[in-house]
């Protein structure tokens, strides 16, 4: 089992033995349900009718016109629940459902993997706990709030530094010992196979509808596609549908918290090296021991010492270039994009927009960029107050 689920060196199935038998549960329900009509039937029909596919990809006039480019953005803010997440959980449910599960544990940094999973298991009746850090459960209550009163428990972790990884490290923990009638909902395409391709399996509508919307809107593909990386679902989910256009430059934006030159970010791939961390063989923020890393980083989702193992072998490639940008570039573009577009961004998705904005005056007015809006801001608007009491920023 080792071997399966790899990208290039990267990937692999590194957990304790007594899992073993419960991912395998999962590999062969996810070969055998992703292919019958009855399963596809279902998740399309949930997509379109109840999550909201496809989203519309959006060209922000005021945007572009800051910038001195034309920037699209795929609105995947638009999604139930507020982001991406909801396209993972639908799938990862409906194969819970169909494997005749009955309760879901997952884990959250921002909430809202977190949210998602509450909200699909109050769709389908199943029993829901959620593992979060401590300092995310403070920094996003507004999502604590929504998955209790979607009927989930929200478990919080005092380990750590109280964010994601803590609360994977927890959800780990727990499905150790209930295995049996537990399906884990992983949130992220990283931890050990098969999640990181069954995440990016149920990811990829978004980057298929993206090819096609700019063939249809615009006539030709994008010049470069950029995306915000924690885990990297929401980077790894645009990025399927470009992988075979060579064309296409493929951006990962890492939180780089205060500056890469200290310790306090979350720039796995920029900054990091090879290791082991939640049972696959990735890059990761680690000392010279193995020890890893405190990140810091003023968005809880990518606040996250490791990433999918594909990005890594994307890193390696070529194919794909990661790229940091700093907390002060955030708050900046998260206060620009609200005024020049009515949009509220989510902190996260927001790290992709200020990598954008760094390439105004470098980039010819001819580029067209396609930008992932993995979710919307409001969680994050009290977060935004305490740096920016008076709202100062580009404009
Ligand atoms: C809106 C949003 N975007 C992005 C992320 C990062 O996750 P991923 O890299 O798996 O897309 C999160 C994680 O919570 C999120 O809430």
């Known amino acids: 089992m080792k071997h399966k689920g790899r990208y290039g060196p990267y990937g692999g199935f590194y957990v304790p033995e007594v899992l073993i038998p419960a991912l395998e549960e999962i590999e062969a329900a996810f070969e055998r349900f992703k292919n019958d009509p009855e399963f596809y039937e279902e998740l399309g029909a949930l997509y379109a009718d109840y999550a909201g596919r496809p989203t519309p990809l959006y060209y922000a006039r005021r945007f572009s016109e800051t910038v001195g480019f034309a920037v699209y953005i795929k609105r995947e803010d638009l999604l139930h629940g507020g982001a991406h997440k909801i396209n993972n959980t639908l799938g990862q449910g409906l194969l819970a459902r169909y494997m005749g599960k009955t309760k879901l544990i997952a884990e959250t940094g921002a909430g809202q993997h977190g949210l998602a999973t509450a909200i699909v298991g109050a769709l389908f009746g199943m029993q829901t706990k959620v593992f979060m850090g401590c300092t995310d459960v403070q920094r996003q209550n507004v999502n604590v709030h929504k998955m209790r009163l979607m009927g989930a428990e929200v478990i919080p972790v005092e380990g750590g530094t109280g964010t994601l990884k803590d609360a994977i490290n927890d959800a780990l923990r727990y499905w150790t010992a209930h295995v049996s009638d537990t399906f884990y909902l992983f949130g992220t395409a990283g931890g050990p196979h098969p999640y990181p391709s069954v995440v990016r399996y149920f990811q990829e509508p978004i980057g298929r509808e993206t090819r096609r919307q700019c063939l249809d809107k615009i006539g030709r593909l994008p010049d470069l596609v950029a995306a915000c990386v924690g885990g990297g679902s929401n980077a790894i989910g645009i990025f399927s549908g470009f992988l075979d256009d060579p064309q296409v430059q493929l951006i990962g934006v890492e939180g780089g918290g205060k500056g ?136």
Request: aromatic share 6%; net charge negative.
């Open 260 to 395: 890469l030159d200290t310790r306090q970010h979350c720039a796995t791939l920029a900054k990091g090296s090879v290791g082991i961390l939640h049972g696959s063989r990735t890059y990761l923020l680690q000392d010279e021991n193995g020890q890893i890393h405190e990140t810091e980083c003023i968005s809880a989702g990518l606040d996250y010492p490791g990433v999918g193992p594909e990005h890594s072998y994307l890193k390696d490639t070529g194919r794909a270039k990661y790229v940091a940008v700093t907390d002060e570039e955030v708050l900046d573009v998260f206060d620009l994009f609200c005024k020049t577009e009515g949009i509220i961004p989510a902190l996260e998705s927001s790290h992709a927009l200020a990598w954008i904005y760094r390439q105004k005056g470098r980039l010819s007015q001819d580029t067209l960029a396609v930008v992932n809006l993995s979710g919307r801001g409001d969680k994050d608007i009290g977060i935004v107050e305490q740096h920016r009491p008076l709202g100062e920023g580009l404009l």
